[in-house]
T-cell receptor, first 111, second 112 residues
Framework: GENVEQHPSTLSVQEGDSAVIKCTYS??????FPWYKQELGKGPQLIID?????GEKKDQRIAVTLNKTAKHFSLHITETQPEDSAVYFC??????????FGAGTRLTVKP | DGGITQSPKYLFRKEGQNVTLSCEQN?????MYWYRQDPGQGLRLIYY???????QKGDIAEGYSVSREKKESFPLTVTSAQKNPTAFYLC???????????FGEGSWLTVV
């Protein structure tokens, strides 16, 4: 089955700097790669996703890149703000019922 | 507002008791899911249902049971057979036509 690894587990940046979180997946059949943001005590919220027919997707300060050959994808957050502080999860799937999540990255943005 | 509602937010269970977590969605989604989240780990799938009156085991179904009698409801029962039930439980749903999974706000279950 699919296995997703996420790095780093914790990330601390200064406000205004960029943050990059990386994930690798094992199943070349996976074709959908969402990213979720989870604030303390709340459910994960989808912030951006990418499908395997696209190499990059951007939404304001957030972008995701996908390298299908290397089987890795990354989340990029530019001009970070304190409200970006949260736990971020990547995931990979071919079908909804086989979605696999990374272990999460705790991002801290220091003012 | 459209969304997924989980209740209760906090629940305490005594040893040997069964407890049921409620999940209701008004997104008109066909598929619903239950995930378990432990500290330092990603989300793990307990059960999922693609359609009313049908559900399938996920990766960690032992000690749990579900029902799907209505499209909008997917309750999870944590039975006494679940030896380590203390965790954060997340209900989710999706439109089977796409892959996007949306989550509720979660329920904390603690064994006392």
């Amino acid at each position: 089955g699919e296995n997703v690894e996420q790095h780093p587990s914790t990330l601390s940046v200064q406000e205004g700097d960029s943050a990059v979180i990386k994930c690798t997946y094992s199943d070349s059949a996976s074709n959908y790669f969402p990213w979720y943001k989870q604030e303390l005590g709340k459910g994960p919220q989808l912030i951006i996703d990418i499908r395997s027919n696209v190499g990059e997707k951007k939404d304001q300060r957030i972008a995701v890149t996908l390298n299908k050959t290397a089987k890795h994808f990354s989340l990029h957050i530019t001009e970070t703000q304190p409200e970006d502080s949260a736990v971020y999860f990547c995931a990979a799937s071919m079908h909804n019922n086989d979605m696999r999540f990374g272990a999460g990255t705790r991002l801290t943005v220091k003012p | 507002d459209g969304g997924i509602t989980q209740s209760p937010k906090y629940l305490f269970r005594k040893e040997g008791q069964n407890v049921t977590l409620s999940c209701e969605q008004n997104l008109n989604h066909d598929a619903m899911y239950w995930y378990r989240q432990d500290p330092g780990q990603g989300l793990r799938l307990i059960y999922y249902s693609q359609i009313v009156n049908d559900f399938q085991k996920g990766d960690i179904a032992e000690g749990y049971s579900v029902s799907r009698e209505k499209k909008e409801s997917f309750p999870l029962t944590v039975t006494s057979a679940q030896k380590n039930p203390t965790a954060f439980y997340l209900c989710a749903s999706s439109d089977t036509a796409g892959n996007t999974i949306y989550f509720g706000e979660g329920s904390w279950l603690t064994v006392v």
